[in-house]
C-alpha cells in the first residue's frame, strides 16, 4: 500500500503560468516532506522542504505548501519555464535514525513555451 | 553535477552473470542508500549503510548483495539476476544522521536478458 501518492502521472502547463504538483499521503508519523526534481538521465536533485511545524515554505519560484489535516501537500511553481519540465518525486519521512524517504511514483511536468 | 558518481551507467547483463555496480560520493556524506526504480513504480530503498554499517535491508533478495569498504563507497554486487530486476538503480547520500536531504547519483540502468 502506498504511503506516499502521486495521483498524476503528467501534467501540462503554458510557459509563465502557474504549476501546481499534488502529494497525498497516509502515515500521519511522517513529519518532513521533499520533493525532488528528475531531467531524463540524471538522478534526482532536491528541490524543496518541508518540515510538519509549517504550512508554507518559499524558495524563489518555487513554494510548498502543508495541510496537515487532510495529509496533503503541494508544490507551486510560478512563474513556470520550460527548463522546468521534468518528472517531480513527492518523499516524506517520519525520522528515524537515518531520517529514510518514501518517494511517491513521480508527476511528469511539461512546460510549453 | 551533485557530488555523486555512478559506475556503470548502463549495463546489460545474462541471468547468470555476476557483476557490480559502483557508487562513490564525494561530499563528506556518512551515510548512504540504494535504491530501485521500476518504470511506474516509486522508488524502493534497498538498503541504508550509515558510518559503513548496513542499517537497514529493505526485504531485499539475496541475489543483490551490498559493500560499503568506506563512508566514501558503496557497491552493489549481482548474481543470478532476473529479468524482472532491470530497473534504474540509484545511489544516494546524506550527512550523519538523522538527515533527510539525500543527494544522489545519475544511476545504473541495468538490463537482465
Known amino acids: 500500500d502506498q504511503q506516499v501518492k502521486q495521483n498524476s502521472p503528467s501534467l501540462s502547463v503554458q510557459e509563465g503560468r502557474i504549476s501546481i504538483l499534488n502529494c497525498d499521503y497516509t502515515?500521519?508519523?511522517?513529519?518532513?516532506f521533499l520533493w525532488y526534481k528528475k531531467y531524463p538521465a540524471e538522478g534526482p536533485t532536491f528541490l524543496i522542504s518541508?518540515?510538519?511545524?509549517?504550512d508554507k515554505n518559499e524558495d524563489g519560484r518555487f513554494t510548498v505548501f502543508l495541510n496537515k489535516s487532510a495529509k496533503h501537500l503541494s508544490l507551486h511553481i510560478v512563474p513556470s519555464q520550460p527548463g522546468d519540465s521534468a518528472v517531480y518525486f513527492c518523499a516524506a519521512s517520519s525520522g528515524g535514525s537515518q531520517g529514510n524517504l518514501i518517494f511517491g511514483k513521480g508527476t511528469k511536468l511539461s512546460v510549453k513555451p | 553535477e551533485t557530488g555523486v558518481t555512478q559506475t556503470p551507467r548502463h549495463l546489460v547483463m545474462g541471468m547468470t552473470n555476476k557483476k557490480s555496480l559502483k557508487c562513490e560520493q564525494h561530499l563528506g556524506h556518512n551515510a548512504m542508500y540504494w535504491y530501485k526504480q521500476s518504470a511506474k513504480k516509486p522508488l524502493e530503498l534497498m538498503f541504508v549503510?550509515?558510518?559503513?554499517?548496513?542499517?537497514e535491508n529493505n526485504s531485499v533478495p539475496s541475489r543483490f548483495s551490498p559493500e560499503c569498504p568506506n563512508s566514501s563507497h558503496l557497491f552493489l554486487h549481482l548474481h543470478t539476476l532476473q529479468p524482472e530486476d532491470s530497473a534504474l538503480y540509484l545511489c544516494?547520500?546524506?550527512?550523519?544522521?538523522?538527515?533527510?536531504?539525500?543527494?544522489f547519483g545519475p544511476g545504473t540502468r541495468l538490463t537482465v536478458t
Open positions: 549503510y550509515n558510518f559503513k554499517e548496513q542499517t
Open positions: 518541508i518540515s510538519s511545524i509549517k
Open positions: 502515515n500521519s508519523m511522517f513529519d518532513y
Open positions: 544516494a547520500s546524506s550527512a550523519a544522521d538523522p538527515s533527510y536531504e539525500q543527494y
